[in-house]
């Protein structure tokens, strides 16, 4: 059986380095492409994402093929351009962008706080029964303790589009 990677190997592994992130930042289109996408609102609301959506509610952005092609998180985007490079913890580790506001796709960088992913879990938990939470628990919802409508954005999610297809003219 192999051994278990370190948290620091994983990090290594699915996060960039910061030289990615450093061209990101600097890249013009990279943070155009962020800032139209983000449907801002006052300060102390949110500020939903226009763009696409992860299946688990997470913002998502495609930065530009010169730029390596990928599929970032927004917020850590969005964190990094009010706030500065993400930098490791004490622990050597990098932060995850927490959401105060229970919204995965809030990118109000006032609704943000750094923490490891214990911290993060830790909010779910202490959270996860409260009816006014986008992400009421099954438990809550059976014990009729979820409103009929719940503060969520999910309804700003873009439905999924299918392809039209073309037909041939016809020639008459």
Not at 39 to 53: K, Q, T
Not at 102 to 119: F, I, K, M, V
Request: one cysteine or more; glycine letters at 8%; a positive charge.
């Amino acid at each position: 059986m192999a051994a278990r990677p370190s948290p620091g190997q994983r990090d290594r592994a699915v996060r960039l380095p910061p030289s990615v992130w450093i061209g990101l930042l600097g890249d013009a289109r990279t943070v155009a492409a962020y800032h139209v996408r983000v449907h801002r609102r006052g300060p102390g609301e949110h500020w939903f994402w226009l763009g696409p959506i992860s299946d688990s509610g997470s913002a998502r952005l495609r930065v530009p093929a010169a730029m390596g092609n990928r599929v970032i998180a927004a917020p850590v985007l969005g964190w990094q351009l009010s706030r500065g490079l993400i930098r490791p913890g004490r622990d050597g580790r990098l932060p995850v962008i927490r959401h105060t506001c229970d919204e995965s796709a809030c990118c109000n960088p006032s609704h943000w706080l750094p923490g490891t992913r214990e911290d993060n879990a830790a909010d779910y938990k202490a959270r996860k029964d409260d009816p006014f939470s986008p992400w009421p628990t099954s438990a809550a919802r059976q014990a009729g303790r979820v409103p009929s409508v719940t503060p969520s954005c999910k309804h700003w999610q873009k439905a999924p589009t299918r392809r039209r297809q073309t037909r041939p003219s016809s020639t008459r």
